[in-house]
């Protein structure tokens, strides 16, 4: 069981985090990354949190069928630890379906989110390529234009304004390369922490073992979700409890 500073920083303070699908990661990640014993206080906001997102949740998705496979699959699991309660089991059912919607939004925006990034990047690469092709082409041009420019012992204007034109074309294409280049310098990173945040599958045997425990549906021995002591409220133990 680790030290009180070590349980600060793997929680991150889960219970100030929202349930949505774009702050799903933090969630997930700092609710499976709770070291019990926790504060009291945060047991009971951690409990408000997802019982009333569960709650919204299930009067948001009245119309939609179960997915009766998920479910099933879900009771099996919450059976192998043990938890005959049907209320309790009815209210990690309904929690852990609202978590699965949760994330399979969170992945849709994520793919949505690479495809971006990866296609704003192509474009980026795209536009250097089709800088250095029309660089080159005009400088070709104008070594062209100035050769006839020498060549001539007294040249027109257009022949003047022609050189002049290609010169600046080619100024303009070599000197859009590096703002293209430093492009990329935003994009990649954004891409990469994407990736980095995104939650490719649910640990369901841990997560339905740390809810069974935050939510008191399961007690194990030698495992204290929170700790009792003279500060702790009367009304805060009979929520604890309830």
């Known amino acids: 069981m680790g030290s009180p500073t070590d349980t600060d920083q793997s929680q991150h303070h889960a219970s100030d985090l929202p349930l949505t699908a774009r ?4 969630f997930y990640n700092s609710l499976l990354g709770l070291r019990f014993p926790i504060d009291v206080a945060q047991v009971l906001e951690l409990r408000f949190i997802l019982n009333h997102a569960a709650d919204m949740f299930v009067r948001r998705h009245t119309a939609i069928d179960d997915d ?14 043990g938890i005959k309660n049907d209320r309790h089991r009815d209210r ?10 949760l994330h399979t939004a969170h992945l849709v925006n994520s793919k949505v989110a690479e495809l971006k990034l ?22 070709i041009a104008t070594i062209f234009a100035g050769l006839t420019w020498l060549g001539v012992g007294d040249p027109g204007w257009t022949i003047k304004l022609l050189t002049l034109g290609l010169a600046y074309m080619t100024w ?10 430093r492009e990329p310098e935003v994009l990649v990173p954004a891409l990469n922490e994407v990736l980095r945040i995104r939650i490719e599958s649910v640990n369901w045997k841990r997560l339905i073992h740390k809810l069974a425990l935050l939510l008191g549906h ?7 979700v929170f700790p009792l002591d003279s500060h702790t409220t009367a ?4 929520a604890l409890y309830h």
């Open 23 to 26: 702050d799903f990661p933090s």
């Open 68 to 81: 009766r496979q998920f479910r099933d699959a879900v009771k099996a699991a919450i059976d192998s630890f």
């Open 218 to 224: 399961k007690q194990i021995s030698g495992v204290t």
């Open 172 to 181: 303009e294409a070599f000197h859009s390369i590096p703002a293209l280049d």
């Open 92 to 101: 990690l059912v309904g929690i852990l379906t609202m978590i699965r919607d």
């Open 118 to 139: 990866r296609s704003a990047l192509a474009e980026i690469r795209a536009a250097r390529l089709q800088a250095i092709r029309h660089g080159l082409y005009s400088l």
């Open 235 to 238: 009304a805060e133990t009979s």
